[in-house]
T-cell receptor
């Protein structure tokens, strides 16, 4: 089944404790992206990757890192999480940018 | 940077009625896409309309695009309770930018 998977689905952590949210797609897509969703603000793009080893900042990249060493994986790293990063995070992929995006199920992160 | 803005923010209708949501944007686009999100879940792609297209249909969905007015509309005909969800437009320029969404509630 074609899908985007994210892990973990739920995470509660404390300020400053490094964490990684994994994202994997099995559709051989070139383009992958991370979004955060907050009430009243819609989805905002954090980082995106047009292809392996190519990543670029979205609209809200501060406090996040990504890597794209393999086509299928695009982990999101929070080196020192802060409470303002409490949010619902989505990974998405598509064959290339103009085409429809496939979304993962989301990761609900709470930073205390 | 918010590109698309949906209107209304919330919409409540009875089953069987039509639901219309609008999206306005600011800059020229390559295409415009509509997505649905059931509460707290991942977004699901509904339809993509290219900048040189004016109207597109998919089942009970009808999307229009007016590039001169920089606006799009999504019409859901004969709505069902299962259509209850949030609907987002996303404009594609050099990246995909989502609006804040319309929350649709369909009552049985």
């Amino acid at each position: 089944e074609a899908q985007v998977t994210q892990n973990p689905r739920y995470l509660i952590t404390v300020t400053g404790k490094k964490l990684t949210v994994t994202c994997s797609q099995n559709m051989n897509h070139e383009y992958m992206s991370w979004y955060r969703q907050d009430p009243g603000l819609g989805l905002r793009q954090i980082y995106y990757s047009m292809n392996v080893e190519v990543t670029d900042k979205g609209d809200v990249p501060e406090g996040y890192k990504v890597s794209r060493k393999e086509k299928r994986n695009f982990p999101l790293i929070l080196e020192s999480p802060s409470p303002n990063q409490t949010s619902l995070y989505f990974c998405a992929s598509s064959q290339n940018l103009p085409q429809e995006q496939y979304f993962g199920p989301g990761t609900r992160l709470t930073v205390t | 940077s918010q590109q698309g803005e949906e209107d209304p923010q919330a919409l409540s209708i009875q089953e069987g009625e039509n639901a219309t949501m609008n999206c306005s944007y600011k800059t020229s686009i390559n295409n415009l896409q509509w997505y649905r999100q059931n509460s707290g879940r991942g977004l699901v792609h509904l339809i993509l309309i290219r900048s040189n297209e004016r109207e597109k249909h998919s089942g009970r969905l009808r999307v229009t695009l007016d590039t001169s007015k920089k606006s799009s509309s999504l019409l859901i005909t004969a709505s069902r309770a299962a259509d209850t969800a949030s609907y987002f437009c996303a404009t594609n320029t050099d990246k995909l930018i989502f609006g804040t969404g319309t929350r649709l509630q369909v009552f049985p």
